[in-house]
């Protein structure tokens, strides 16, 4: 279990337990365990996903990352419910064929990648029908005022002016276009990742505080807006 006691780590299980609670809703009529963790790395969503019974396939284009992933598979007894094969979302179709994944999590990726547009068409391409996707995007607007109360007020504007950059309309417009539906969608880090370390420590307790007041906000439009990640569950339909 990550350490609570660090902010980032909050965020973290606030995303792990909303992943788990969406996938219990979503398995309970797509009885399909095909797993491919785009972007994965060494496994931090992978493994969980293993241990649940899931048949996960991270595809990365790192060696070190795969190696890395490896060894832990390895370690936690996960071999044959979690691989790895080198690779990036222009391979995906090829790596695992067209309707062959029931999830497909990809997140912190559409940001790297050539073409977002084209990378949710190919992962809807792999997803079977009822088949959902995992999204995480970091936005725009938590970096801007991040930027810019640490000074950085330039790189701010490029920021805001940078037209790569993703916020919640242009994610789920990007999502939509693609084919599928969104299910629900949620701010991560939306107040944990503005808290101080400092202020974490201050007070025992205050870091389940935190949890609880991430999940409850998580779901605003408004907090949404602000948090450094969105997270986006859909559905192929």
């Known amino acids: 279990?990550?350490?609570?006691?660090?902010r980032r780590s909050v965020s973290q299980m606030y995303l792990t337990e909303l992943l788990e609670a969406q996938l219990a809703d979503?398995?309970?009529t797509h009885p399909g365990r095909a797993v491919v963790d785009l972007g994965g790395g060494t496994g931090g969503m992978a493994m969980g996903l293993g241990a649940a019974g899931y048949q996960v396939r991270v595809v990365d284009p790192s060696p070190d990352a795969l190696a890395a992933l490896e060894r832990r598979t390895a370690e936690q007894g996960l071999e044959g419910a979690v691989t790895g094969v080198q690779g990036d979302a222009g391979d995906l179709l090829d790596l695992v064929g067209s309707g062959n994944a029931d999830l497909v999590v990809c997140h912190k990726v559409l940001e790297v990648v050539e073409d977002p547009a084209d990378a949710l068409r190919?992962?809807?391409?792999?997803?079977?029908?009822?088949?959902v996707l995992s999204l995480v995007?970091?936005?725009?607007?938590?970096?801007?005022?991040?930027q810019a109360l640490a000074g950085h007020i330039a790189?701010?504007?490029?920021?805001?002016?940078?037209?790569?950059?993703?916020?919640r309309a242009r994610t789920l417009a990007l999502v939509t276009a693609a084919g599928f539906e969104v299910v629900a969608t949620h701010?991560?880090?939306?107040?944990?990742?503005?808290?101080?370390?400092?202020?974490l420590e201050a007070e025992a307790g205050t870091h389940v505080e935190?949890?609880?007041?991430?999940?409850e906000v998580a779901g605003d439009?408004?907090?949404q807006a602000l948090a450094p990640h969105l997270h986006v569950f859909a559905r192929r339909p």
């Open 155 to 167: 790189q701010a504007r490029r920021t805001w002016h940078d037209p790569r950059r993703f916020d």
């Open 122 to 131: 190919t992962i809807a391409a792999v997803l079977r029908p009822g088949g």
């Open 26 to 28: 979503w398995s309970a």
């Open 210 to 215: 935190l949890l609880a007041l991430e999940a």
């Open 187 to 199: 701010g991560v880090g939306a107040v944990a990742d503005h808290v101080t370390e400092t202020a």
């Open 221 to 223: 439009p408004a907090f």
């Open 1 to 6: 279990m990550p350490d609570l006691r660090r």
């Open 137 to 146: 995007v970091a936005q725009r607007h938590a970096a801007v005022l991040t």
